[in-house]
């Protein structure tokens, strides 16, 4: 059984959701208004929201670890 998701899409969010937060400050100058720049905040921290509750539904974080036996042998 397969353990994780064949397309990482809260990995995905997770960097948009970063590049969407970082990109005010790295493409407007210093003194541009301040609405563009809460725009891009909430976008971010919404795509931020999604990667987080994709994450939390994939099937690996609810899968029951199995654990290995205390026992040695030795041979």
Known sequence: ????S???????????SAALVAAPTLLFPADSPT???LVFAVVGAAAFFLAILRIRR????????ERASEEVSES
């Open 35 to 37: 609405e563009p720049k």
């Open 6 to 16: 064949p397309r990482p899409i809260g990995f995905a969010l997770s960097l948009l």
């Open 58 to 65: 994939e099937p690996a974080a609810h899968a029951q670890h």
């Open 1 to 4: 059984m397969p353990s994780r």
